[in-house]
C-alpha cells in the first residue's frame, strides 16, 4: 500500500510538473507571436513613413491635402478621384485642415490600431468550443496575418478608409449588447461603403430582425444627411454612376477582383457583358447568403459574416485591393474529415491574401485568366464551393487521426533530434503540396535573382575555382566544351538535355511518388527541400561567374551562342534570371538526387542503374556546354548529402515500422523498406 501511494505521489508530481512545462511552452508561444505582431506593426508603420511623401497616402492626399477634391468647390465626382460614398466624404471633411505630415502620421497609427481591434474582435469571435491554447494565440495570430495581408498593407500605403466598415460589421455582430446597437454599426458601415447592406438580409435571416431593421434605418439616415448636405456630389453618386460604377480606376484593372471586373478582363462587353453580371451576381448572391445563414444557425456566426463578406466582394461592380479583407476571416471554416487535410484551406486563404499572384500561378499564357483573378475566385470559392463542416459533424472537433509509421531505431542514440517529427503514411493533399511546392519555388526564384553579386567579384571568384582546379589538375571544362563543339549532334543532344531534364525527371519522380509510395514521398521531398535551401545560401555567400562568362578563358556558350560579355543575351531569361548561381551547381544537385533516390526506392538493379545515368549525363552537360565548372558539380553534390542527411538527422532514418493511429497503441511487428512490407520480430520478454 506504501509503494502505491509512493508511486501515486510521484505520478503526480510528474504529472504537475508536466502540466507547468506546457503552461510554461504555452506562455513564451505566446508572448512570442505578440512580439512577432508587433514587430510586423512596427515595419507596416515604417514602410509607410520612409515612403517618399509623393509616393504615400496617395489616395488620401487626393482627398485631403492641398488641392484635394475635398477642397475643390463643386462636385466631388468630377475627377473621378474620389471613390467612397457622399456619406464617406462628409465624415473626411473636417480633415481638411490638417497638415500634411501630422496627418499622415494620424492616419497611419490610427490604421494601425484598427487592424488590431480587428484581430482581437476577430479572435474573440471564435465559433466555440476552442482550447485553451486556441483562445491564448488567436488574437497575436489573427493580428499578424492582418499585417501580412494584402489589403491592409495597400490600405495603408494608400491611405483608405476600407478597414472600418469591417470593423463596424464584427463590432455589430459581436461586441456590442442590443440589435439595435448593432444595426446602428452595420448601417454606418453600409454607408461608407453600400454592398455591407447585404449583411441585412443575413441579421433578418437568422432572427436578429430588429438589427436587420437598424442597418437600413441607419443607412437611410445617414445617405440622407449627405444628400442634404451636398445633394449635387449625392445625385452624381447615386443616380450617375449607380452607387459609384465607373469611379477610380478602370474596371478591368488587375485590382478590381469582382465579378464585373473579371468578366472584362475576358474580353466581354457591352450588353453581354451587363446582363452575365446581373445573373451571375444574383446567383453568387443567392447561394452564398444561403450557406451564410446555415452556417449563422450553426451556430459559426463569424464564418457566415466572412461568407457574407466574400458575395460582397464578388457582386460589387469595383471591389478594389484594399476591399479585400473578407477573405482572409474565411480562414476560420473547417474542411476536410482527416486531420492531415485541416490546414490546407487556411493555407490557401493565408497564401492568396498575402502573396502576389504570380507567387501562386506559373507564369503561362494558359493560367493567366486564373492568375488575374485569383483572389476572387478564393472569394467565390468561400462563399459558394468550400464545403465548410458544420459543428454537429464528428469530424469538426475529431478529424480522423493521421497515421504514422514509427522510424526504425537510429545508429545514434540522439537521432532524430526532433522527435516529435513523425512521419505520415498516408498520402497527404495534393492542393497542399502543390501550392507548398509552388509557393517554395517562387521563394526560391526570388531569393535565387536577389543573390545576384556584382561581376567584378564573381569573375574573381571564377578565378579562385579555376586556379584550384588547376593545382588539383582536374580543370576539364575547357576541353570538353571545345571537344564537343566539334560534334554538332552532340552539342545539340547535351544543350537540349541541359535545358530539358533539369525540372521535368524532379516532378515526375515527386509525382510518382506522391501516387504510389507517399511515405518516401515526404521524406524525398523533405531532403530535396533542404538541398535546395542549402544551395540558396551558396549562392548568396559565393557569386561565381560560370566558364562561359569569364573573359579571355576561351569557353563557348553553346546554349545561347556567342556573347558579348559585357553586356550578356539569354533571350527572354535574360532579366529574370541570375546567371551568378552557379555555386554550388543545383542543376547537377538536382540530377545526382533523382539518382539516389531511384537507386534507393526502384525494385529492379536495372532501373537502379538506368536512374544514376540522369547525373552522369547531367555533369557531362553542365560541363560541355560551359554552364558550370567541376568545383560546382562537387558542390552541388554536397548540398544534396547535406539535404539526406539533414532529413535523417532530424527525422530519423527512412525505414519505418507499420503504421500506427495516433493513440491507438497498437504494436510494431512490420517494417516498410524499399516499398515493401516484412515482418519484424517482436522483443521477446
Not at 392 to 420: C, D, K
Not at 484 to 490: G, S, Y
Not at 598 to 614: T, Y
Request: charged share 15%; proline share 6%; aromatic share 8%.
Amino acid at each position: 500500500m506504501a509503494n502505491v501511494e509512493h508511486s501515486g505521489q510521484m505520478g503526480g508530481a510528474f504529472g504537475a510538473g508536466g502540466a507547468e512545462q506546457a503552461q510554461e511552452r504555452l506562455r513564451a508561444a505566446r508572448v512570442a507571436l505578440w512580439l512577432v505582431a508587433a514587430v510586423l506593426a512596427v515595419r507596416q508603420a515604417a514602410v509607410v513613413l520612409h515612403t517618399p511623401r509623393a509616393q504615400r497616402l496617395t489616395d488620401l492626399e487626393t482627398w485631403v491635402g492641398a488641392g484635394g477634391v475635398l477642397h475643390v468647390k463643386g462636385s466631388l465626382y468630377d475627377s473621378t478621384r474620389f471613390t467612397g460614398t457622399p456619406f464617406g466624404g462628409l465624415i473626411l471633411k473636417p480633415l481638411t485642415r490638417a497638415a500634411e505630415q501630422a496627418l499622415g502620421l494620424a492616419w497611419t497609427f490610427g490604421t494601425l490600431l484598427l487592424v488590431v481591434a480587428l484581430g482581437l474582435v476577430a479572435a474573440r469571435a471564435l465559433p466555440q468550443p476552442v482550447s485553451r491554447r486556441t483562445s491564448l494565440l488567436a488574437a497575436p495570430v489573427a493580428i499578424s496575418l492582418l499585417m501580412l495581408s494584402l489589403p491592409v498593407r495597400n490600405a495603408l500605403h494608400l491611405g483608405q478608409t476600407s478597414i472600418i466598415p469591417v470593423l463596424l460589421v464584427l463590432l455589430g455582430c459581436f461586441t456590442v449588447r442590443g440589435e439595435r446597437t448593432s444595426g446602428l454599426l452595420i448601417g454606418v458601415g453600409a454607408a461608407m461603403q453600400p454592398t455591407v447592406l447585404l449583411f441585412a438580409p443575413l441579421l433578418w435571416s437568422t432572427g436578429r430582425r430588429r438589427a436587420a431593421a437598424s442597418t437600413g434605418v441607419t443607412f437611410a439616415l445617414c445617405t440622407a444627411l449627405a444628400w442634404a448636405a451636398m445633394p449635387h456630389d449625392s445625385a452624381t453618386y447615386w443616380v450617375h454612376h449607380l452607387a459609384g460604377v465607373g469611379l477610380g480606376g478602370k474596371a478591368d484593372d488587375l485590382a478590381n477582383q469582382s465579378l464585373h471586373g473579371a468578366l472584362l478582363r475576358l474580353g466581354v462587353t457591352g450588353p453581354l457583358e451587363i446582363g452575365l453580371f446581373l445573373v451571375l451576381g444574383t446567383a453568387v448572391a443567392a447561394f452564398g447568403l444561403r450557406r451564410a445563414v446555415r452556417y449563422a444557425r450553426d451556430g459559426q456566426l463569424l464564418l457566415a459574416v466572412a461568407i457574407t463578406g466574400c458575395v460582397a466582394v464578388a457582386v460589387s461592380p469595383t471591389t478594389w485591393q484594399h476591399q479585400l479583407l473578407w477573405v482572409l476571416l474565411a480562414v476560420v471554416g473547417r474542411v476536410g474529415a482527416r486531420a492531415s487535410d485541416r490546414y490546407v484551406w487556411p493555407f490557401a486563404v493565408v497564401a492568396v491574401m498575402t502573396l502576389p499572384a504570380k507567387a501562386l500561378v506559373p507564369n503561362t499564357a494558359l493560367l493567366e485568366p486564373l492568375k488575374d483573378n485569383v483572389i476572387l475566385l478564393a472569394a467565390l470559392a468561400a462563399a459558394c464551393a468550400v464545403p465548410f463542416l458544420e459543428r454537429q459533424s464528428p469530424a469538426y472537433r475529431s478529424p480522423r487521426p493521421a497515421v504514422y509509421g514509427a522510424p526504425v531505431p537510429a545508429r545514434l542514440s540522439l537521432v532524430p533530434l526532433l522527435p516529435f517529427w513523425r512521419r505520415v503514411l498516408s498520402r497527404p493533399n495534393l492542393l497542399f503540396e502543390l501550392l507548398l511546392i509552388r509557393v517554395c519555388y517562387a521563394a526560391y526564384s526570388q531569393v535565387r535573382l536577389a543573390a545576384t553579386g556584382s561581376r567584378e567579384t564573381a569573375e574573381a571568384h571564377g578565378r579562385q575555382i579555376h586556379s584550384v582546379e588547376q593545382a588539383l589538375s582536374i580543370d576539364i571544362e575547357h576541353w570538353a566544351n571545345h571537344t564537343v563543339v566539334k560534334v554538332p549532334w552532340l552539342e545539340h543532344f547535351l544543350g537540349f538535355y541541359y535545358e530539358s531534364f533539369h525540372f521535368v525527371l524532379p516532378l515526375t519522380i515527386l509525382g510518382a511518388l506522391y501516387a504510389r509510395r507517399p511515405a518516401d514521398y515526404r521524406w524525398a521531398r523533405t531532403s530535396l527541400g533542404f538541398a535546395t535551401l542549402l544551395g540558396l545560401l551558396g549562392f548568396w555567400l559565393y557569386p561565381l561567374a560560370p566558364p562561359r562568362l569569364m573573359p579571355g578563358l576561351g569557353f563557348v556558350d553553346t546554349v545561347h551562342g556567342v556573347q558579348n560579355l559585357a553586356k550578356p543575351d539569354y533571350g527572354a531569361m535574360t532579366a529574370v534570371t541570375n546567371q551568378y548561381a552557379a555555386m554550388p551547381s543545383l542543376h547537377f544537385g538536382w540530377s545526382l538526387w533523382c539518382g539516389i533516390v531511384i537507386a534507393v526506392l526502384a525494385p529492379r538493379w536495372w532501373m537502379k542503374a538506368l536512374g544514376m545515368l540522369h547525373p552522369l549525363f547531367t555533369v557531362s552537360a553542365i560541363l560541355a556546354t560551359a554552364n558550370h565548372w567541376v568545383l560546382d558539380a562537387v558542390g552541388g553534390a554536397v548540398v544534396v548529402g547535406a539535404g539526406f542527411g539533414l532529413t535523417y538527422v532530424l527525422a530519423g532514418p527512412r525505414a519505418l515500422t507499420s503504421p500506427v493511429a495516433v493513440g491507438t497503441g497498437l504494436p510494431h511487428d512490420h517494417t516498410i523498406r524499399d516499398g515493401r512490407r516484412t515482418v519484424k520480430s517482436q522483443p521477446t520478454k
